[in-house]
């Protein structure tokens, strides 16, 4: 075996982070960067490349800037105890959740956010479901703590009941929001204090589970429940087991504040230490490819246009899953069949990036693209086929018809139609009749961003007719016949040409089955 790519592996470390919108998401990320010594201050990313330009934030596109939102997944990568840590940023917002659904394909692990005062909240639960038929593992970081929230064992509590998986507290906190005294570290053996600075916060543990030392709040009543709640965890409390968290069964939870920092670095410790490297992967084949293997197998899990507008660039965010990347590398696309060479590779932080020369399993590099590439590619080097399975995509519920508004800025219309629809988060069609532009998403807020980037990134402006809510389903193309076109459904094409009919409601889908019984329906996730 290649030593050093076993090396390199071994210090990979690649998750996301999921939350539902507004539980701090984003902030404990730019925290994680903070300690990581990327960025200087919060908010602000610091430029690793010769050619970076001061700062940007994790939220880089300026529709996210504008409106405070998460609508695209962003890629980050900071060195951190002798660990190489790919952070994947995902969007918060249900309307965006498709983009969170392929990145959760390309990660190790998953760090779940969750707001002390609110406790598990739709988003989070629906995106645990995906998290948890993977198997990977899943570490808690229950934030806020400085506010007054909810009880700690109530938000354990129900962290097992509604999401079905055991909890092992890493700490516990010593009071919240005002009264916040510190964490009484289980896993460390020591308290951390809130207010202090350095080592200087950390207080080691007697034989008997109390502080070391005189300290003034020993007398506080913070202290001793925290110290209460701690025995009782230690009774009937779940043990600490690293193939149950390994297998995301058991998952570490983490109490601190992310606006704060408190409580943040002792989480990016305690999961670098137990985070996985790089796993096999199994192909459509049912064939493990190792992250150890020599020959480099990847697949692109996103594609993002515009991340410089200036240059109308196109970027194929691919996750590496075996060998190692070098500049100049020959693969083969596997759609395809045709070699590509990689020369044009960067690597990530939030909008700023560099040009990359190496890279190993669990890394994720930006591939320059003019074209060539689709969400859910396969690259590989070698003459051994490799192809992995499909990445996930939903079927639209909502659709607006869309038309440009100048018709002098034709080009530019077409143009960031097909960009835009080919980052995966919104779908276009056109009608068998009259060859109009329909747009297909998921919830409202996909609509808005488009037609906002359509007009600042490509200067075309639009008109959006909503259509309301419809049953998207696609059929075989030798079974299609004009004659299916109704009052009750429109008769479309996807942009493979497939065709596809978007039916009023249940009711109407029913009466076509009923009309049409020997044609197969299809939909999406």
């Not at 697949?299 to 590496?320: G, L, S």
Request: one cysteine or more.
């Amino acid at each position: 075996m290649n030593q050093l790519l076993q090396e390199e592996v071994e210090k990979r470390r690649t998750f996301a982070i999921i939350s539902h919108p507004d539980a701090g998401k984003t902030t404990i990320t730019e925290q994680f960067l903070l300690v990581g010594g990327v960025i200087r201050e919060k908010g602000t990313v610091q430029g690793r490349g010769r050619n970076s330009a001061g700062f940007a934030t994790s939220d880089w596109m300026e529709v996210e800037q504008q409106r405070g939102i998460s609508v695209t997944s962003s890629v980050m990568q900071v060195d951190y105890q002798g660990h190489r840590v790919n952070i994947v940023d995902t969007p918060g917002h249900d309307d965006f959740s498709e983009d969170t659904y392929r990145t959760l394909m390309a990660v190790d692990a998953a760090v779940m956010v969750v707001d002390s005062t609110e406790g598990i909240e739709p988003q989070t639960k629906k995106l645990f479901e995906v998290v948890s038929r993977r198997g990977i593992p899943v570490f808690t970081f229950i934030n806020k703590l400085d506010r007054d929230g909810r009880f700690p064992l109530e938000l354990v509590e129900e962290l097992e009941e509604v999401l079905g998986i055991d909890a092992y507290p890493m700490n516990w906190p010593m009071g919240m929001g005002s009264h916040l005294l510190g964490l009484y570290d289980l896993y460390n053996d020591r308290l951390e204090l809130r207010g202090k600075e350095g080592d200087e916060r950390f207080v080691p543990l007697d034989g008997n589970g109390e502080a070391q030392g005189d300290h003034d709040f020993k007398t506080s009543t913070v202290y001793s429940d925290a110290m209460e709640d701690a025995q009782l965890l230690s009774i009937a409390g779940n043990e600490f087991d690293r193939e149950r968290i390994d297998n995301g069964k058991l998952t570490p939870v983490f109490f601190g504040s992310a606006l704060t920092g408190f409580g943040v670095e002792t989480f990016f410790d305690a999961f670098v230490e137990l985070a996985p490297c790089p796993s096999a992967m199994e192909d459509v084949n049912g064939e493990l490819i190792q992250a150890t293997d020599e020959k480099l197998t990847g697949f692109v899990f996103k594609i993002q246009a515009n991340m410089n507008p200036a240059h109308r660039d196109r970027i194929a965010f691919a996750r590496i899953v075996s060998g190692q990347f070098e500049k100049g590398k020959t693969v083969t696309l596997s759609r395809t069949k045709r070699s590509l060479r990689l020369a044009h590779t960067t690597q990530f932080m939030a909008d700023e990036r560099e040009n990359v020369q190496t890279a190993y399993a669990g890394d994720i590099i930006g591939l320059f693209d003019t074209g060539n590439f689709q969400i859910g590619d396969t690259i590989y080097e070698g003459n051994h086929y490799v192809e992995f399975p499909a990445l996930p995509e939903f079927t639209p519920e909502m659709f607006v018809k869309v038309t440009p508004k100048n018709v002098m800025r034709q080009k530019s219309f077409h143009t960031g139609m097909e960009q835009l629809v080919q980052e995966g988060a919104i779908q276009l069609y056109r009608t068998y009749h009259g060859n109009e532009y329909l747009l297909g998403a998921i919830g409202q807020l996909q609509f808005e961003v488009f037609e906002h980037r359509l007009l600042h990134e490509y200067k075309a402006e639009v008109t959006m007719e909503p259509l309301g809510s419809k049953v998207t389903r696609w059929i075989d193309p030798e079974d299609m016949n004009p004659r299916m076109s109704s009052s009750r459904n429109i008769l479309a094409k996807d942009r493979f040409d497939q065709p596809v009919i978007l039916f009023e409601n249940e009711f109407a889908m029913n009466w076509f089955e009923d009309r049409w019984p020997d044609v197969k329906l299809h939909k999406l996730m």
